[in-house]
């Protein structure tokens, strides 16, 4: 395979008090279909500082003989995470033979909804009172099988769907905080109704009309946040063209919230944005890179969201991207093979859905296709790509299928294509397997060997990748002794043990 790999890493402490190191990699195969395996999860022994990670990860990579082919390193923003990445960055500069990208400047991606996470969960710091009411009526129904029961039958009565039930708010989690916010909206009229017909019960404990609108306003605000992290969580489809839209409409919102008249959603927003602009500063040109490669975008959305930001200034900003975009597009054309005609084949379907694109920006339709690009000479494929007319479509776009297809036309943005695009937003491609890793090491068989749970939880990721598609399983390490291990020992214990 003619691509690099981007990687996902994370810690996990399982209930043996053991940490877990996962780590995952990503990459578009010949044909076009985003792939993703769990390469390691294993135990890491002693203090999980920087060096620790960084050289528990660089065995992995080196097993797999892809260390080498690294684009990206997905990570959470621990410390311990910084100084890992910046060593290992250090070590492919000195023993990777100029194998790392542009010095590594698009090496180092911090998970997106990781920071959604802190952003909403400050936010919610500061408005924790504002939905008291609405968290106090949810527990005490939710509390009583009689009170429930009665909220159905209002439920009933007011033609709501009583299966759809009302979720609980977790403090540690804000998500659950905009679930709890979006059913109780739901039954609103059967709670205003069961507030009717039991006053001396429900009286004290129901919000009034004012905190019912206050609640729908700070469900408006969290359904943004909820909606992206939606997005950027997916693992079997390209997100990283899509990071870039979606944080700068975050940071309009926030921008446009600080300023609102409604005085708890102006401190929300004024708590979110101190947060939000930490990790905005730190956020990886790669992601913007990845939205410049989106033919529906290109340098035009770039250039729309830094006129926001910057002002008169965008032009500054702007050039320097464009240097970057220039320096990644040399860095492949210098190492490009010969030009060889591919046999082209049917693009089969990589279920990308870009929700993005599905509510129209008026300001922002009109500032992509009413401008005429000024004239340009093209003297490589990164300018003729930039002097070609945006895609027009809203909606559903398969990207991977539309670059597939231009291969012949672009065989050095292609490949660059295929590396960009493989990059992880988020690391819920290791997270998942902490969920996975749970139902293994649990309680009832917490002496399990760290061996052992590595095999059942690669076995599990392997088999069902093989089975979503036409794929070589084993493909990436055909002549690896590592992989043959890999193989029988994954294959033993698959039958020895299923979840």
């Not at 929700?355 to 009413?370: G, H, K, Q, T």
Request: aromatic letters at 12%.
């Amino acid at each position: 395979m003619q691509c690099r790999f981007s990687a996902t890493m994370d810690m996990w402490t399982s209930c043996q008090n053991k940490g877990y190191m996962c780590v995952t990699i990503h990459w578009i195969d010949d044909d076009w279909r985003m792939q993703k395996r769990i390469v390691g999860f294993f135990n890491v022994k002693g203090r999980h500082t920087g060096a620790k990670l960084s050289e528990s990860f660089t065995e992995v990579m080196v097993k797999w003989y892809i260390e080498n082919r690294l684009f990206a390193l997905t990570l959470d923003n621990a410390s311990s995470n910084e100084v890992a990445v910046q060593d290992i960055i250090s070590d492919l500069k000195e023993n990777g033979n100029g194998s790392i990208v542009c010095d590594g400047i698009f090496f180092h991606v911090i998970c997106a909804c990781h920071i959604l996470n802190l952003v909403a969960r400050d936010g919610l710091k500061v408005i924790s009172g504002t939905i008291g009411k609405v968290k106090s009526l949810v527990l005490a129904v939710k509390g009583s099988p009689l009170q429930w029961e009665e909220l159905m039958k209002c439920a009933t009565e007011s033609g709501l769907d009583t299966k759809r039930g009302i979720s609980l708010d977790i403090t540690t989690r804000w998500n659950s905080t905009y679930l709890m916010l979006r059913d109780a909206l739901y039954y609103k009229d059967a709670f205003m109704r069961l507030k009717s017909s039991n006053r001396r019960r429900y009286a004290k404990i129901s919000p009034s009309n004012a905190e019912w609108d206050k609640a729908l306003t700070i469900f408006q605000c969290l359904k943004k946040f909820y909606d992206l992290t939606e997005i950027l969580s997916g693992t079997s489809y390209p997100t990283a063209n899509l990071f870039y839209k979606g944080f700068c409409d975050i940071k309009l919102l926030l921008d446009d919230w600080s300023f609102s008249n409604d005085a708890t959603i102006s401190a929300m927003a004024i708590s979110m944005s101190e947060k939000f602009e930490k990790y905005w500063q730190q956020s990886n040109i790669a992601l913007a890179v990845a939205c410049f490669l989106d033919p529906r975008y290109k340098k035009k959305l770039i250039e729309y969201y830094m006129r926001k930001f910057y002002g008169d200034q965008y032009q500054v900003e702007l050039d320097e991207f464009v240097s970057v975009v220039k320096k990644l597009y040399q860095f492949y054309a210098s190492s490009a093979p010969a030009p060889t005609k591919e046999k082209s084949k049917a693009a089969g379907p990589s279920s990308t859905a870009d929700v993005l694109m599905e509510n129209v920006d008026n300001d922002l339709e009109a500032f992509l296709y009413s401008q005429n690009q000024p004239g340009m000479i093209e003297s490589n494929e990164l300018e003729k790509y930039i002097a070609e007319p945006l895609l027009q479509i809203v909606g559903q776009f398969d990207i991977l299928a539309w670059w597939k297809n231009k291969r012949e036309e672009y065989p050095i943005l292609t490949q660059i294509v295929r590396d960009v695009m493989a990059i992880q937003v988020s690391t819920v491609a290791s997270e998942s397997a902490f969920s996975a890793a749970g139902r293994v090491v649990d309680p009832y068989r917490n002496r399990l060997d760290p061996e052992i749970i590595e095999a059942l939880i690669c076995t599990k990721d392997w088999i069902a990748a093989a089975r979503k598609g036409k794929d070589h399983i084993f493909g990436l390490a055909a002549n690896s002794n590592v992989a043959n291990k890999c193989i029988s020992d994954f294959s033993m214990f698959h039958f020895v043990f299923r979840f």
